[in-house]
């Protein structure tokens, strides 16, 4: 409901309707502030409604007296000589804003109704001042209830944008608040361009990240509809275990589907996937959606998707999440997720310990060799936290890097196995050869000569290594230096890498 229709004559309406017992006006049914009450029906819903406003009033009334250190009842009187002394008592003090509110509940919601003479009996003022100070009530009234119902209203309006938004899977997000208000700026700030595409490694909280900053523009001004479009074809358990999702949206036809029903176009239903697009850009022309597609490396045609999407963006925003960097198309903007710090290592993987309700301290030395061989992947602290419980940190990290359970097996699964399975022969022949490199990085001249590869095969390479987040560049711009992530050093170290060579089934 629009605030500016809960006017002081709709208030007064109200307020008379209950005294006499009344059924409300019909404006009053359209609040966004009623949705809060548990009713069943009108009669129950205008009863948790009075009580809502009378207590309202009551508090505003109560603190006014208790600020002049007079004596206020539990419970008003429920005698006309009571009500009278109490009214009596509230004008004697020349307070004008206790006044203003006695006034209001005296005369509109007291349990017995004053009549003139009792008026004239109990006020040291003439009875047209006392309506005076009923009417500035009824104004601060009316101007508290418009708050409500814009708190109200922000507050429905996020719950309806947030319905298709998955339940948040972190307790806290950490060593991302730039990054966060990055993203939040270029959702929201005019001309930053349609696409946004957050990138990194597996399990690097890409898809956490794309949830805080979609929850957050719930609460912004604007937007027609929020979407989520998950692409996610697996998830891995603390417990180590791959889980594989049911009905994982694979290709583009998928993804105009799940658009065409949160959109509310069930209509489009057989028409091909193109017309159905043109229809909903039509959409995304009109207003303003935000349309978040997670995980979208793993869509099999994603090669058409954006060129297909970018056209009839219109006012609506994409952001994308992805493995694989979207770069090569010059209307995405690119935001890297850059890894934990150790600091912040440290904090998630005690949050995690203190989740499960394990009263270990980390200390200093083993903080060191766990970030030295996860680095600071959110997803690799949390399976080593939930892994504390059973063992200790020490068989933890050698069995990480043996690879010889079940466990760390499925954390290079779940985080690498897809990207090695769509790395070129040439770019595989480069990852095995930079296990040597130094840890604060190596030129691509050093590469190419340990690689062996001629040139143009050796910056195709390059490039789909940097795409992927396995190689990480730095250095100064007039040399650049590449390293591994520590991570993908553990998963070089160890022997799985042998089964995938034989085995080339994508998990």
């Given at each position: 409901m629009n605030v500016e229709s809960i006017t002081l004559d709709l208030v007064k309406q109200t307020l008379i309707c209950w005294q006499k017992v009344q059924k409300l006006p019909a404006d009053i049914w359209q609040l966004d502030l009623l949705r809060q009450f548990d009713a069943d029906g009108e009669a129950e819903l205008s009863l948790l409604f009075y009580d809502y406003v009378r207590n309202l009033v009551e508090s505003r009334l109560q603190e006014q007296r208790v600020s002049e250190g007079l004596a206020h009842p539990s419970r008003p009187p429920m005698t006309r000589a009571g009500i009278t002394a109490v009214l009596a008592q509230d004008f004697r003090c020349d307070n004008v804003e206790l006044e203003t509110w006695s006034a209001l509940y005296h005369h509109y919601i007291s349990p017995i109704l004053l009549t003139e003479a009792d008026l004239q009996q109990a006020l040291p003022v003439s009875s047209r001042n006392y309506r005076r100070r009923a009417q500035a009530g009824l104004a601060r009234l009316t101007w508290l209830l418009r708050q409500a119902e814009m708190e109200a209203h922000q507050h429905s309006?996020?719950?309806?944008?947030?319905?298709?938004?998955?339940?948040p899977d972190y307790l806290e997000l950490l060593g991302v608040t730039d990054l966060l208000a990055q993203i939040q700026a270029l959702l929201t700030v005019p001309h930053a361009g349609s696409f946004i595409s957050i990138e990194g490694l597996g399990g690097i909280g890409k898809t956490a990240l794309a949830q805080a900053a979609a929850y957050r523009q719930t609460e912004v001004e604007g937007w027609q509809d929020?979407?989520?479009?998950?692409?996610?074809?697996?998830?891995l358990e603390s417990s180590g275990e791959l889980i594989f999702e049911k009905q994982p949206v694979r290709t583009f036809n998928d993804i105009v589907d799940r658009l065409v029903v949160q959109m509310g176009q069930r209509h489009l239903t057989g028409l091909t996937s193109q017309d159905k697009l043109r229809h909903l850009q039509a959409l995304f022309i009109e207003k303003p959606y935000l349309v978040v597609i997670d995980n979208l490396e793993t869509i099999a045609d994603v090669e058409m998707l954006l060129p297909a999407l970018q056209p009839g963006a219109g006012k609506t925003r994409f952001l994308?999440?992805?493995?694989?960097?979207?770069?090569?198309?010059?209307?995405?903007?690119?935001?890297p997720v850059p890894v934990l710090s150790m600091?912040?290592?440290?904090?998630?993987?005690?949050?995690?310990?203190s989740r499960l309700g394990m009263a270990i301290e980390l200390g200093q030395r083993d903080l060191n060799r766990l970030y030295n061989l996860v680095g600071g992947l959110p997803l690799a602290l949390k399976l080593t936290a939930a892994q504390l419980q059973r063992r200790s940190l020490s068989e933890v990290l050698q069995q990480l890097q043996e690879v010889n359970t079940v466990t760390p097996y499925h954390l290079y699964t779940y985080i690498y196995r897809m990207t090695w399975e769509m790395l070129a022969d040439s770019s595989r022949q480069l990852l095995l050869s930079t296990l040597d490199i130094a840890p604060e990085g190596d030129t691509a001249a050093w590469l190419r000569g340990m690689s062996g590869l001629a040139n143009g095969e050796f910056e195709v390479a390059l490039d789909q290594l940097l795409d992927y987040s396995l190689l990480v560049a730095g250095g100064a711009v007039t040399q650049r230096v590449y390293k591994l992530h520590r991570l993908t050093a553990t998963f070089l170290q160890s022997d799985i890498l042998g089964g995938w060579d034989d085995d080339a089934t994508v998990v």
């Open positions: 309006r996020s719950r309806h944008l947030s319905r298709f938004l998955p339940q929020i979407l989520w479009v998950s692409a996610r074809q697996q998830r994308l999440t992805s493995r694989q960097t979207m770069r090569q198309y010059p209307f995405v903007r690119v935001v600091a912040d290592s440290r904090i998630l993987i005690e949050l995690e310990m």
